[in-house]
C-alpha cells in the first residue's frame, strides 16, 4: 500500500490517527535508542512506534496485550527483546 492511500484510509478509518504526531524529541530520548539498538529495528521502524506510543511502558502494555499494529516479525522482535511474553 502506497503512503498515500494509506493516508487516504487512515483519513476515511481512522481520523483520529491524524492528530497525533511524533514528538519533536522523541529521537533524543532514551527509549527511543533501546529501541534502535534492538536487531531488525532501524530508526523508521522506531519513529513508527512513537507516533503510536508515548513511552516504553505504553509499548510494553500494548505488546502483552497484543495491541500492536506493526508487521508480526517486527512484534515478534520487540516481544524478545523486552521480554513481553503472557
Known amino acids: 500500500m502506497s503512503d498515500r492511500d494509506e493516508l487516504s484510509w487512515i483519513k476515511s478509518n481512522e481520523p483520529w ?3 497525533k504526531t511524533v514528538k519533536t524529541n522523541i529521537e533524543s530520548g532514551e527509549w527511543f535508542l533501546k529501541l534502535i539498538n534492538i536487531n531488525g529495528i532501524g530508526i523508521e521502524t522506531a519513529r513508527d512506534i512513537g507516533t503510536m506510543f508515548d513511552s516504553l511502558e505504553e509499548l510494553k502494555k500494548a505488546l502483552l496485550n497484543n495491541k500492536v499494529g506493526l508487521r508480526n516479525d517486527i512484534v515478534k522482535k520487540l516481544k524478545q527483546a ?4 503472557q
Open 17 to 19: 490517527r491524524l492528530g
Open 82 to 85: 523486552l521480554k513481553c511474553y
